[in-house]
């Protein structure tokens, strides 16, 4: 039954696809989230699965969640394997100002960035923020990915995941989720004591993404069509 595994790298319109995976899967999803903080549990599949793959694999229809590739890599290897992308300068961008507006005060990452005391650019030098995405591929080639949902182009990469998939034409209610917004935050009025992104910030912020960018770029050429 297992027939996708999803990596929803953070802030990369994720959450938007995880309602489409719904309409599609409905409560055969298995939604790994929450480990993405800890490497070893981003990467290591849990006991309980591997006890238990057999059974896993019959009521389970996709693997969805913050986890990186190699999590899953060698428990099942043929089951093909799609990831969420965006630009890696605005999705750097994202996050930053996720946790500048929502952070977690208790991980010392966002308090600092939360007091004021880490800048964006200082934010994108961390290997695992301005190459995140590459982070969660590490160990797959972007060409090998079956599919790959590009928040840029949402709604042509979600189309186009259903007709691969075998769903057809996208449903009323999946062209319905399409045209939802995007949750950016930019919106949203910066109360708070963190560091305003300036204008420069986006150009300083690319030269920490180097592989992200490599990424992205490919992965346009690959599953977005001319």
């Known amino acids: 039954m297992l027939s996708l595994i999803s990596i929803h790298i953070p802030k990369t319109a994720g959450t938007n696809f995880t309602e489409v995976l719904k309409t599609l899967h409905g409560a055969a999803i298995h939604f790994d989230y929450g480990t993405e903080r800890n490497l070893q549990d981003a990467r290591s599949c849990s006991p309980k699965i591997l006890a238990e793959t057999k059974a896993f694999r019959d009521r389970t229809a996709a693997i969805h969640g913050h986890f990186h590739y190699l999590k899953y890599k060698d428990v099942f290897p043929d089951v093909p394997v799609i990831a969420t992308l965006r630009h890696p300068v605005a999705r750097v961008i994202s996050q ?20 004021g005391e880490m800048s964006v650019v200082r934010f994108a030098k961390f290997p695992f923020i301005g190459n995140a995405q590459s982070a969660f591929l590490e160990g797959i080639e972007v060409e090998d990915l079956d599919h790959a949902i590009i928040q840029e182009q949402f709604g042509a990469t979600v189309r186009s995941f259903c007709q691969k998939a075998g769903h057809g034409q996208a449903s009323k209610t999946i062209e319905a ?31 920490f993404c180097d592989k992200d960018l490599d990424i992205y770029d490919r992965a346009l050429k690959k599953f977005v069509k001319a």
């Open 96 to 115: 930053y100002r996720h946790i500048a507006l929502h952070g977690d005060p208790n991980v010392e990452r966002h308090r600092r960035i939360m007091d």
């Open 177 to 207: 989720l399409i045209g939802r917004s995007i949750n950016a935050r930019n919106g949203e009025a910066w109360a708070t004591k963190a560091i305003p992104i300036a204008d420069n910030d986006p150009k300083r912020i690319a030269q």
